[in-house]
């Protein structure tokens, strides 16, 4: 079973909105710090945004800062990504990602334990 399963990634149009939704499988995830990553193809993972396990507080690559919103909700065990004025840049594979840690966030992709499949967001021009 996977332990995280993301959603929401589509085909938008340049300056559209778009939210991306990451479903983990147990409750203990609650408590993890996560994280979005983003990767094109045959290039490395970039941190995008990371919230740590309580939630209240949230940290930003400098490309996304102001553009996008990292959010949890631990009701539903769901982490999101707001994305807002997109553009074609932003094309790429988006990966959610999990640290059994819950005190802060963290920006490096090794420093996380659990990977999602990944979702694919597509803007046109």
């Known amino acids: 079973q996977a332990q995280l399963v993301e959603s929401g990634g589509v085909v938008v149009q340049a300056g559209g909105s778009l939210r991306l939704s990451c479903a983990a499988s147990r409750r203990a995830f609650n408590n993890y710090a996560m994280g979005w990553f983003r990767q094109a193809p045959g290039k490395g993972r970039e941190w995008v945004a990371s919230?740590?396990?309580?939630?209240?507080?949230?940290f930003y690559a400098p490309s996304s800062k102001g553009r996008f919103t990292i959010s949890r909700d631990n009701d539903k065990i769901e982490v999101y990504l707001q994305m807002n004025s997109l553009t074609h840049e932003a094309t790429d594979t988006y990966f959610c990602?999990?640290?059994?840690?819950?005190?802060?966030?963290?920006?490096?992709?090794?420093?996380?334990?659990?990977w999602g499949q990944g979702t694919q967001v597509t803007v046109s021009s």
């Open positions: 919230i740590n396990g309580g939630g209240g507080s949230t």
């Open positions: 990602a999990a640290r059994a840690s819950a005190g802060r966030a963290y920006s490096s992709e090794d420093e996380y334990d659990y």
